[in-house]
């Protein structure tokens, strides 16, 4: 025997609604960029993939290099640089002298002739060479690559350059990371109800896990791990400016949380701070390292004063006269 269909009967109308159409009703669209986002935000996701495979082929090369006893990774910042390719196209073709190796530095490089000379004593065999050929070809395709990666975001950020720019007047914010930060969000904000609610999605909140009355985690969520990473990787930048108010909120909450949490505490303002920025066309206005205590005055005080009396100290607190 068939099952009868549950419907639910409007108490303004006589009319009846299936149980689907009011359950469908309730639920939230999800977000979905325009194509030519769609199509931004797939090239900055492989670009950032063939920077890590470029990555991990220079680490690949090192490991060829400590192999053969060539310490060069020591004494040059990038192997990948342009004295280490000199000297690397060297030891491929056979040259073995660590002084004519050495004598291949370019730039600041060549202070280092006496250090470069004893690390590029080793033993190199016909198979060392054979590896280092191999890698550095894959690094010199992954290369070419990624060139044209950049310039397909240059012609697909052409139309919304405008709306992308002000975003790299934030500190920490680069013209790669307001590239991503665009492909990942839109420039359309209408979308989100709130920045709260792009901060949630992106996965930058606090989790609200709590029974009994007692919090059990606070851990944020997955969220968007592109876009995560690239404002965290930003962060860390944006933390160095001094006299800023990204730098006075990470001191202050990395003292009683730890700097991973503060970290992602940076993190989520500037998203906030972009979605006010992308949906008003606006440049970055800094708050000053003392907005905090500008705004939480009171409780600045309080904890001094009780920070004071824990070291045996007794204190009266007067106000300031206008």
């Known amino acids: 025997m068939a099952r009868p269909a549950i419907v639910i009967r409007n108490q303004h109308s006589n009319t009846r609604m299936p149980e689907s159409r009011t359950r469908a009703r309730r639920l939230l669209s999800s977000f ?3 194509a030519a986002i769609q199509e931004l935000r797939d090239l900055t996701r492989t670009r950032k993939q063939l920077v890590r495979e470029i990555s991990q082929h220079s680490l690949r090369i090192q490991k060829v290099l400590e192999d053969a006893n060539l310490k060069l990774g020591s004494v040059l910042s ?5 004295s280490g390719r000199a000297m690397l196209a060297a030891i491929i073709a056979g040259e073995e002298d660590p002084e004519r190796l050495a004598a291949l530095a370019l730039g600041t490089a060549r202070r280092k002739q006496a250090a470069l000379v004893e690390a590029l004593r080793g033993r190199v065999t016909p198979h060392h060479r054979a590896m280092l050929q191999l890698h550095l ?3 010199d395709a992954l290369d070419a690559a990624l060139r044209e990666i950049d310039d397909r975001v240059g012609k697909a950020l052409e139309p919304i350059r ?7 007047t934030m500190p920490g914010v680069s ?3 307001a590239n991503v930060i665009v492909a990942e969000i839109g420039i359309d904000m209408t979308r989100f109800p709130s920045s709260g609610h792009l901060v949630s999605w992106a996965g930058l909140c606090p989790r609200n896990d709590e029974s009994a009355g007692k919090r059990r985690s606070t851990r944020v969520r997955k969220g968007a791990p592109w876009l995560k990473t690239t404002l965290v990787t930003a962060a860390w930048a944006g933390i160095r400016v001094k006299n800023s108010c990204l730098q006075a909120q990470f001191l202050r909450i990395r003292a009683r949380r730890g700097a991973k949490k503060a970290i992602l505490a940076v993190a989520a303002p500037m998203l906030t ?4 920025m992308l949906r008003d066309g606006v440049e970055y206005r800094d708050l000053g390292s003392d907005h905090f ?7 600045v005080i309080k904890r001094l004063v009780r920070r004071l009396r824990d070291l045996g100290c007794q204190v009266a607190v007067t106000s300031e006269a206008a």
């Open 32 to 34: 979905v960029p325009p």
């Open 78 to 82: 990038d192997v990948l640089g342009r």
């Open 137 to 139: 070809g894959l690094v």
């Open 162 to 168: 405008a709306s992308a720019q002000p975003l790299t």
């Open 175 to 177: 013209d790669l990371v």
């Open 273 to 276: 701070a972009a979605c006010f």
């Open 293 to 299: 205590d500008r705004r939480d005055r009171s409780k």
